[in-house]
């Protein structure tokens, strides 16, 4: 019985493969920007001693499913109205199983509802088959990022034993815990992580309606969290496809309106698809660049070990074990004509770099211009496992001080490249960027960026978590971001920063951590700044309150905050919508 079972798990090996490689990227959700190593010694700027223990923001609360009214200090804007969504992991056990890394923790939604100047917050646990399976057996039973789920206790030796080998299905054995970002397609509101699944919410409710397997509308499984979309353009996406012969990168188109109300992502098409270097060894991607007439996908060197993914169970590992980062190869652009689907020739590469939020990109010149938050290492991933998160005194200090941080550059992408181009001459014609392009003797590009930043931002610990104005400077020549500084593992400060004249200016209130910054324009507003940053800021300080925040986003200054006397997890991503 065990060499026919065995056999059998050998025969359907690209089976696994699928489903658990569907699995793997579910963690690397918010990999974003934290994949490097605890041992790493570079690109570690600004060392700092005596940071405070942030263990309270990474432990389980209570979700708080009935509306709370927040006592507003200073104002809110009488026009802001609507919802402001949140997501991220909120519960890290069941029962006496731990989960061993922050991306691994159960969804909890969060909504802070503003009307009038009055502000209310309520939030709910995501109830995906995983919540709810591992709620109904006590213990984790589906495996997350960094979390393998141990065989059933009741079982015996021999049956744990043949466990390992069995194939998918049984159970949901593939994580919907899909807890990085709300995702908007054809007018319905979707969380999503990177595995093959996605779960429609009602934001109003914050009810979990439908579940979604991408899969079963594309032979694609992984996607990325970060859909972008321009105005009168249907969103694309970016997908692996691990099949037989090569893992490969899917560009996807997803119509903007329906056809009926009951209908969720079909019509999808692969409009594109790119195959990976390494057939094996495709590269961790968390989100792409996106212009007009361009999509531009980044194959960096954090590699995706299929092997190892595959056959994480049987080796008693966590799908984490076949992330790593391998500097031996450089960072490649690849650049697709979003109306034809076809990949330029173009062969754009860079120094080895980690990227895991685009800032913005547009198109000058007959140049995409390419702007995003990068990390000179990839080995941060180990760093955020909880043990680490929620250390204190000297070892915490450690690990902050080992993981590299992110910083704002500039690449310039020229497009129409042609064999009488000259060889070692810059073939970037703007003016305003001091980012090279240089054509080799064998045909390739080798850019090389601009930093976006001043050096002030160093002693803010980098910046992460990027906004724009999306509404009206999305694929567009623009001025200023917003971000998160990192002086503490996770954010503590919001920063502007002016891309043209490279200042910036910092919001920050000791003892707390703001979230990722959303920005929402002021009604008729003409300058690109014209409107409000909205912020979750927490603290581990039980005797305080966590708040919304809102700043004037041109002088960023706060004009109010809205407390509620309740513990909130630090979370990823989040979106405004406006009644």
């Known amino acids: 019985m065990f060499i026919q079972t065995f056999l059998r798990f050998v025969s359907n090996l690209s089976t696994i493969a699928v489903d658990f490689l569907s699995l793997v990227v579910h963690w690397i959700p918010v990999l974003k920007r934290y994949m490097e190593g605890t041992d790493q010694k570079k690109a570690a700027v600004g060392k700092r001693e005596g940071l405070p223990c942030i263990a309270p923001l990474l432990t389980t609360v209570e979700e708080t499913p009935q509306v709370v009214s927040a006592q507003v200090r200073g104002h809110f804007p009488k026009w802001l109205s609507g919802s402001l969504l949140r997501i991220g992991p909120g519960k890290f056990e069941f029962g006496k199983d731990k989960y061993n890394h922050w991306f691994d923790g159960m969804a909890l939604l969060h909504q802070f509802k503003m009307e009038k100047g009055m502000v209310t917050y309520r939030s709910k646990f995501l109830q995906s088959d995983t919540y709810k399976t591992n ?25 744990r034993f043949m466990s390992k080998f069995e194939l998918p299905g049984k159970q949901p054995s593939i994580t919907d815990n899909t807890s990085v970002n709300y995702v908007r397609y054809k007018g319905d509101y979707y969380v999503s992580t990177e595995t093959n699944f996605m779960n429609k919410v009602d934001i109003e409710t914050l009810e ?10 594309k032979a694609v499984i992984v996607h990325s969290k970060h859909p972008f979309s321009l105005i009168l353009a249907p969103v694309s996406k970016v997908s692996g496809d691990f099949g037989t012969h090569r893992s490969c990168y899917n560009v996807i188109r997803v119509p903007p309106e ?14 594109c698809s790119i195959a990976s270097t390494e057939r094996m060894k495709p590269s961790y991607y968390h989100s792409f660049g996106m212009t007009r007439n ?24 966590a799908f984490s074990d076949g992330i790593s980062w391998e500097p031996q190869y450089n960072t490649r652009f690849h650049v697709v004509d979003k109306n034809t689907g076809q990949l330029l020739p173009g062969m754009y590469y860079s120094k080895p770099f980690v990227t895991f939020h685009q800032i913005n990109a547009f198109e000058d010149q007959g140049c995409v211009v390419l702007d995003l ?10 760093a955020y496992r909880l043990q680490n998160l929620r250390k204190a005194g000297a070892g915490l200090d450690q690990v902050y001080n080992s993981v590299g941080r992110s910083f704002p550059r500039r690449f310039v992408l020229p497009l129409h490249v042609s064999l009488n181009d000259p060889e070692g001459e810059n073939l970037s014609p703007l003016s305003y960027s001091s980012a090279s392009a240089v054509k080799q ?7 090389s960026y601009e930093n976006l930043h001043p050096e002030d931002l160093e002693e803010e610990g980098g910046v992460e978590f990027p906004q724009i104005n999306y509404g009206q400077f999305s694929g567009k020549k623009y001025r200023f971001f917003y971000g998160c500084g990192f002086r503490h ?15 910036l200016m910092i919001w920050r209130e000791d003892g707390f951590y703001p979230s990722e910054p959303v920005f929402v324009p002021a009604p008729g507003a003409s300058e690109e700044d014209g409107g409000v940053i909205l912020s979750v800021v927490i603290t581990p ?39």
């Open 135 to 159: 709620s109904v057996h006590d213990r984790i039973v589906i495996s997350e990022f960094g979390t393998l789920a141990l065989p059933d206790p009741c079982k015996n030796v021999f049956e």
């Open 208 to 217: 979990k309606t439908e579940k979604v397997k991408v899969l079963s509308f």
């Open 258 to 271: 329906k056809v009926d109300l009951a209908e969720t992502l079909h019509g999808a098409q692969v409009i």
């Open 294 to 317: 361009y999509i531009i996908f980044i194959e960096q060197p954090l590699k995706m070990n299929l092997w190892k993914m595959i056959t994480s169970r049987i080796r008693g590992m």
């Open 373 to 382: 938050c990068c990390q000179d290492d990839g080995r941060s991933l180990e």
């Open 441 to 447: 003797a064998n045909g390739k590009i080798w850019c």
């Open 489 to 503: 593992l996770v954010g503590d400060s919001l920063i502007k920063l002016d891309v043209v004249n490279k200042t």
């Open 541 to 579: 300080d039980q005797n305080e309150n966590n708040f919304l925040l809102v700043l004037d986003a041109k002088n960023f200054e706060e004009l109010g905050r809205a407390e509620v006397p309740v513990r909130m997890p630090y979370g990823f991503h989040g979106t405004f919508v406006t009644v």
